[in-house]
């Protein structure tokens, strides 16, 4: 399927040196055809995604191994462990928590709801171009701009609660490559540069499992790669809800 | 025939996706060709060092109140647009990706601040400007541009837009600096940009307009300024050609929004007459009534009206109002007091009395002062921008925080000299000399950089014969030796003989000759030579250049206002190249045409531009550069937008100046006229060609160029390259956006053609070094500016035809045994891609505690070898040696490496040691406490289990810290002392400390006595427990096996070392269980 994708975008680009001008519908329809449809996306209703993160780069990083658990409709969880201590940050819809072990302090702290506008974005398990209209979002086209020498399409996603991201398509399969968010934190805003890669099929579904970020623009000083992606395992909904106890470290 | 090809075409295409396609593709046949572009040279990277210190001239100023806080919008004179959301706190670039970096207005649209405006080209007609390409929108804070036409202006002064339609817009060109054009003066456009007209027009084709000001209560009543100006290579004028003489410039009233316009009377009511130069107008933003007018004029002044310009009076003229009319003619009335004015100028000068006098603001800000914003709702606070930068100030002026996060720095050449990390050197327009770090731990901050001499800086070069030296020079070839260490500066520049006058260019070219460590050339129309550190000066030639007298009238220059600062001086050598491969060789051309070379060190010289075919007469030569591998090969770059021609002209000639090939032009895909032409130090093919937008390459010898554009590097006037031998690194000076450095460009050299067609392949890299890694860096704040270091890590670099999307691609790290050190995510961008490598091995297993071990999270480096990356994309997969050596600058040499390495590694293990016997604690306790749980509370087995439980737990306390809450605890157990001690051999990569080496023993008997002390109890109590347990059908205790003591995924055994160590000394090597005994 995706070798005919393939055969169609390469005959365009063989007719036409230029690639026509798209409407931000046909993108993202264009988008979730590569993704597999929108039928299989939405037959994934959980997913738990692990693998390594890799945080900085030159003469010193670490490595933390990642786990990131995400359930319908807007439920995350991820986890990064070393020397057997686990940070956690987690959305359960409403409510945003993390927990930092690593100076020794065990108990769960809530997020503000600027910290976890990050999370709570991500807690959207088919992405914000799925259903974009009924999410309340707002979505335009600004062209082809060069990501890495890829001309790649822009979309930019005026986010319902008024922060902006945008989105960077590959021009020959229309899959995420790129994503830029904009977002404000007490009163600030932040950008944040994330890179998609190494896609493969989940369920049936192309996810990444290459995410690298960093400030826009700056070196990825947060490298994660996945190694096992499972979709439609059982999560309890207690390891999203703040805990009342100390959180227990999932396996 | 036509269907066979067409077929086979789309295959080729098909199969250049299916490479990368999932599901079992398999690679195919390549394409023929690959187009060589800026996707695929650009993922080398580039890092700016600025340095933001000295920053850059400052055109335009834009700002507005928005959520309570100061938008800010400074527009660089050719560094691009910088935002900022916080008064400057922080800025960021948002013009970049725009063609053009000079500019010369913006707008914030008063009725929605998302809408900002900005012209193109600079309007301050200086003779270094650069050409801008039109106007530009914003809808969206300067996110994202449109650009809304004006395509010819070039420069463009101000934007006007009326506060009751954001629709109507003026736009005020002065047009075309260095040639006749229509397509200047005023424009307006009453479509938000989508159509624009030109509704007042000069008489001749050399005026423009130069200023426009709107009544702030009726929108359609106008006045705008008109300004015949021209500038030449030698020569300007603003106004006509001599003070007496006729002009274009005049001032003219509209009261129907520019549909018809009136030329308000010169020489009538209170007005001077004509002939005018440039003039400016505006109102008072609070007073209607109240215009103020800056006329450049045979009695130049401030002229006030009272009654909306029927009639005016003259005001100030003191110095500071008249002075340099093309280069500071703004005038900014405080929106809350009419009578309070202020004109950037030399100084910024202010009055409080409605003009009738000025004075300096005062303050300590660099001068040159070109537009200021005052805030509305307290004028107090002003921003203003001169030609050292933008500055703040609190107190209406008097004093100055100077931005220091802008590097918008104009350099107009770059050196290097072979320090270990070495130094650039470089001058820039209007702001000195400077000498700054290429590496620095914690980053090149602003103080890294070093000022020497002053004025305009352009050539610097560090003395080769005297490191405590350099010279520099201002304008003019005022060229000092400079002594680093007392900052004295001696002035060596030639002098003139009886009856002569020497010309020396504003940017005077001096030359280091590359044969005789030493030597210096310096060039006015004849070119010097000195031998002795500017102590005598050899003549070695005639006037190289036309020596015409009609390019010599400077002290005429200007127009109606003499301006002869030396920056017209013309008919003047500009650049020499002594070749490398024969000093007697000396290739010079002048600005006026000429490229002269000699055979014979200056005895006879030879003019052979006349052999350059297709070459417009009297081009500039912005550049000769003789071959580093050929006597008879040289380079030459001619720059003819003085003429109004902005082409790259570059030329090679192989035979000695005899014939040339045209190397690089606008068919090549190059834009902007042409600074500067270089010969990689070791491919002759590889070319660089820095023009006014930016830097292409070759790595054809010119047939192919590409664009680079990487580490978002702007399409910013690049005026010199150098490359560093030592390290290959391509160092850029831009004419403002500071210095930036391409690192390694040895994959430049390995590309080909048959290169480009694979799907992938590594790249040669420069020799790897484990770089010492300097701690540094400390809290400046937000608003500071620093540059980039160089990756600290092994750099790997290999080429990709396509973006890999699908599927994994990893590299993985062996060592010279072919075992697995380490896997690094690899880059997935198309053509070249650098990923870093620590060189570190995977860190130790260690203990679970309360806290992190911070130390202990990493591994050694390595020692060093030829290890191997092998990268795996797909079912392809591609190998690479890496030979990694040590610094050059360790004080230690490879047995000390070795030592602190084992001696890590020593620790490593204990780590891995105390983590089994965590485990093994934690393990029996949990069995123990399990079967305790499943006996009835009075059970004395119950009893035994709990206490066996207990008491191994007091081991496991003495092993690791325990106290959990976060807070600074300060418990330190056998595991924190084993981190510290960790951390102290990891910090210093020469022979550990003897104390060290005994701290090592010193743990490993504490360690060992807890491990007999668990052993012991275990042996002691779990066979009776566990014949309890046995007895009631319970399972025994059995504490875990013992584990692996480093991580599985990436470890190094003691054989991986030893053969490390073997390979790289080419003997056997056997690590010995006690480091201290030497093998």
């Keep these: 399927m995706l070798i005919r994708r393939g055969l169609l975008a390469a005959l365009l680009l063989f007719v036409a040196a230029h690639a026509r001008a798209f409407t931000v519908d046909e993108l993202i329809a264009k988008n979730i055809e590569a993704k597999g449809g929108l039928d299989k996306i939405r037959a994934i209703r959980t ?74 974005l991500s807690a959207d398990m ?21 990501v890495d020498g890829t001309a790649a399409h822009k979309l930019k996603i005026s986010l319902k609660e008024g922060d902006i991201r945008y989105v960077y398509l590959d021009p020959d399969y229309f899959l995420e490559i790129r994503i830029v968010d904009q977002i404000k934190i007490r009163g600030v805003e932040i950008e944040q540069e994330t890179d998609l890669g190494d896609y493969e099929q989940v369920n049936g579904v192309y996810l990444p499992f290459s995410i690298e970020s960093g400030p826009k623009g700056g070196p990825k000083g947060q490298k994660i790669t996945i190694v096992k992606a499972e979709a439609n395992v059982d999560l309890n909904d207690a390891l999203f809800h703040f805990p009342a106890a100390p959180a227990a470290v999932s396996k | 025939m036509r269907d066979t090809s ?26 023929t060709a690959v187009h060589f572009d800026a996707g695929i040279i650009s993922g080398l990277g580039a890092r700016n060092i600025g340095s933001a210190r000295m920053s850059g001239r400052i055109a335009a100023v834009a700002a507005a109140t928005v959520d309570g806080k100061t938008l800010v919008y400074a527009g660089a004179a050719s ?31 008063p009725s929605n601040p998302k809408v900002v405006w900005v012209g193109t080209g600079e309007c301050w007609t200086r003779n270094s400007v650069s050409v801008g390409d039109g106007i530009y929108k914003s809808a969206d804070g300067g996110e994202t541009w449109s650009h809304m036409g004006l395509d010819a202006s070039e420069r463009i002064s101000e934007i006007v837009i009326n506060p009751k339609n954001s629709d109507v817009v003026y736009a005020c060109v002065p047009g075309k600096l260095w040639s006749d054009s229509a397509d200047r003066g005023l424009y307006k456009t009453v479509d938000g940009g989508k159509t624009w007209s030109l509704i007042l027009k000069g008489k001749n084709l050399s005026t423009g307009c130069s200023a426009i000001t709107m009544d702030p209560q009726s929108p359609d009543l106008l006045y705008a300024c008109l300004w015949d100006f021209r500038r030449k290579g030698w020569t300007y004028r603003s106004g006509g050609e001599g003070p007496q003489d006729e002009s274009g410039s005049g001032l003219y009233r509209s009261e129907d929004g520019g549909k018809s316009w009136i030329e308000v009377d010169a020489g009538k009511n209170g007005l001077p007459p004509k002939p005018y130069g440039r003039i400016e107008i505006k109102f008072a933003p609070s007073n209607n009534k109240i215009v103020y007018a800056f006329i450049e004029g045979t009695d130049s002044a401030l002229y006030r009206s009272d009654d909306g310009g029927k009639t005016w009076e003259q005001r100030d003229k003191s110095q500071g109002m008249v002075w340099r009319a093309f280069y500071f003619a703004r005038l900014i009335i405080d929106p809350t007091n009419p009578d309070r004015i202020y004109k950037p100028d030399f100084d910024l000068i202010v009055s409080e009395d409605g003009g009738k006098s000025f004075s300096s603001s005062g303050g300590g800000a660099h001068g040159d002062w070109h537009d200021l914003w005052i805030n509305p709702q307290n004028p107090k606070h002003v921003i203003g921008g001169d030609d050292g930068g933008l500055w703040i100030s609190y107190d209406g002026g008097s004093r100055w925080w100077q931005a220091m996060n802008l590097p918008i720095s104009q350099f107009y050449h770059v050196s290097i000299d072979d320090r270990d990390p070495y130094q650039v050197y470089g001058g820039l327009q209007d702001n000195s000399t400077w000498i700054g770090d290429s590496e620095y731990p914690g980053g090149i901050t602003n103080s890294r950089w070093e000022n020497i001499l002053g004025g305009d800086g352009f050539w610097a070069f560090t003395d080769p014969a005297d490191p405590d030296y350099a010279y520099a020079e201002f304008q003019g070839g005022s060229i000092s030796r400079c002594n680093r260490k007392t900052h004295d500066a001696r002035d060596i520049q030639p002098r003139a003989g009886y009856n002569e006058k020497l010309r020396f260019n504003w940017n005077t070219p001096i030359h280091m000759s590359p044969n005789e460590k030493g030597t210096i050339y310096i060039g006015a129309q004849f070119l010097f030579r000195s031998r002795d550190h500017g102590q005598s000066w050899e003549r070695i030639s005639p006037d190289l250049t036309t020596n015409d007298p009609e390019k010599q009238k400077q002290e005429q220059s200007g127009g109606i206002t003499v301006d ?31 490229v002269q070379v000699t055979r014979d060190g200056g005895t006879t010289w030879t003019n052979v531009v006349g052999n350059i075919k297709g070459l417009p007469k009297s081009s500039w030569v912005s550049w000769v550069e003789a071959s580093r591998f050929d006597v008879a090969t040289a380079y030459a770059a001619f720059d003819r937008h003085t003429f109004g021609d902005m082409a790259p002209y570059v030329y090679k000639t192989a035979d000695g100046g005899k014939t040339w090939s045209r190397i690089a032009g606008p068919d090549q895909g190059l834009r902007g006229y042409a600074h500067v032409i270089k010969e990689d130090t070791i491919k002759p093919d590889l070319l660089f060609v820095g023009t006014e937008y930016g830097l292409w390459v070759s790595i054809d010898g010119g047939r192919q160029w590409a664009e680079f554009t990487g580490g978002n590097f702007p399409k910013v006037a690049v005026r010199d390259i150098v490359i560093q031998p030592r390290d290959n690194d391509l160092v850029l000076a831009t004419h403002g956006r500071g210095i930036w450095i391409i690192d390694d460009i040895t994959p430049l050299r390995t590309m080909t053609d048959d290169l480009l067609r694979k799907d992938a392949a590594f790249l040669d890299s420069r020799p790897i070094t484990q770089r010492i890694l300097g701690s540094g860096g400390w809290a400046e704040g937000d608003a500071t500016f620093y540059g980039e270091n160089p990756p600290s890590g092994a750099v790997i670099t290999y080429y990709q035809r396509t973006r890999h999307l699908f599927g994994p691609i990893k590299i993985e790290i062996l060592g010279p045994d072919g075992k697995l050190v380490d896997t690094i995510p690899a880059s997935k961008r198309r053509g070249i891609n650098r990923v870093s490598w620590s060189m570190r091995v995977a860190p130790p297993l260690v203990p679970n505690a309360a806290q992190i071990a911070f130390s202990s999270s990493q591994g050694p480096r390595v020692i060093s070898g030829i290890y191997t990356a092998r990268l795996t994309k797909g079912k392809e997969v591609f190998e690479t040696k890496l030979n990694i050596g040590l610094d050059r600058r360790a004080t230690y040499n490879l047995d000390d490496r070795k030592a602190q390495f084992d001696a890590a590694m020593r620790v490593h293990d204990m780590f891995g040691a105390m983590s089994s016997l965590v485990d093994k604690i934690i393990g029996s306790r949990m069995m123990a406490d399990q079967s305790a749980a499943n006996l009835p509370e009075k059970d004395t087995l119950r009893k035994d289990l709990e206490g066996f439980s207990s008491r191994i737990e007091v081991i496991r306390k003495k092993i690791v810290a325990t106290k959990e809450g976060g807070a600074i605890t300060g418990e330190e157990r056998l595991r924190e002392h084993l981190d510290q001690l960790y951390g102290a051999i990891m910090s210093y990569e020469g022979r550990p400390a003897q104390y060290q080496m005994k701290s090592i023993d010193a743990l490993q008997h504490e360690l060992d006595d807890v491990n007999k002390e668990f052993s012991a109890l275990t042996a002691k109590t779990l066979p009776a427990i566990n014949e309890g347990l046995k007895a009631k059908g319970l399972p025994p205790i059995a504490p875990p096996p013992e584990m692996p003591h480093m991580q599985a995924s990436s470890s190094l055994s003691s054989a991986d070392i030893n053969a490390a160590f073997s390979a790289f000394l080419g003997r056997f090597y056997q690590r010995s269980l006690n480091v201290m005994e030497k093998d």
């Design chain 2, 6 to 31: 067409l077929i086979a075409a789309i295959s080729a295409v098909i199969f250049s996706f299916v490479t990368s396609a999932p599901a079992g593709a398999e690679a195919a046949t390549a394409p």
């Design chain 2, 564 to 594: 002869n600062s030396s920056a017209e001086t013309h008919t003047t050598i500009y650049s020499i190249s002594e070749s490398p491969k024969d000093g007697q060789v000396i290739w010079v051309g002048t600005d006026d045409g000429n």
């Design chain 1, 47 to 120: 997913l738990r995604t692990s693998g390594q993160m890799r945080v900085g780069g030159g003469g010193f990083s670490l490595d933390l191994a990642y786990t990131m658990m995400a359930q319908r409709p807007a439920m995350i969880r991820t986890e990064a462990s070393i020397q057997g201590l686990t940070a956690v940050t987690a959305y359960d819809g409403s409510i945003g928590w993390q927990l930092q072990p690593f100076q020794g302090r065990r108990d769960p702290d809530k997020m503000s709801a600027d910290d976890m506008k990050g999370l709570k």
């Design chain 1, 126 to 146: 088919e992405g914000p171009l799925v259903d974009y209209k009924a999410k309340g979002h707002k979505i335009d086209y600004l062209g082809t701009e060069d």
């Design chain 2, 79 to 109: 560094g691009g647009v910088w935002k900022s959301n916080d008064g400057g706190t922080t800025f960021k670039p948002v013009f970049d990706k725009n063609p053009v970096q000079t500019i010369g207005a913006i707008a914030i649209d």
